[in-house]
């Protein structure tokens, strides 16, 4: 499974009635994500589409500066690589 070896976010809903949320909070717990909770019930991205939107956004930046530096150590040890005609 791709959350084993990939950076997790989840997002908590705590007025949810389908989900309990101390459920969601064990679900994120083993998925070793980083939790944000929401005054929301079962939907958060719909009655909360803001403090969803910043969870991902955070994550997109998160996932963009590790992927930055480990192009970054890759080119260090390697050197530059022309990938031009498979080059």
Do not use: C
Not at 36 to 46: F, G, K, L, N, Y
Not at 58 to 71: I, M, N, S
């Amino acid at each position: 499974a791709a959350w084993k070896g990939k950076p997790t976010w989840y997002v908590v809903a705590r007025d949810d009635r389908m989900i309990q949320p101390d459920l969601q909070r064990a679900f994120a717990k083993k998925l070793k994500a980083q939790v944000t909770e929401v005054q929301a019930s079962h939907v958060p991205q719909q009655s909360r589409p803001a403090d969803v939107a910043k969870v991902i956004i955070q994550a997109v930046h998160e996932t963009q500066d590790k992927t930055a530096e480990v192009t970054d150590a890759t080119q260090q040890s390697h050197g530059p690589q022309n990938t031009r005609n498979g080059v």
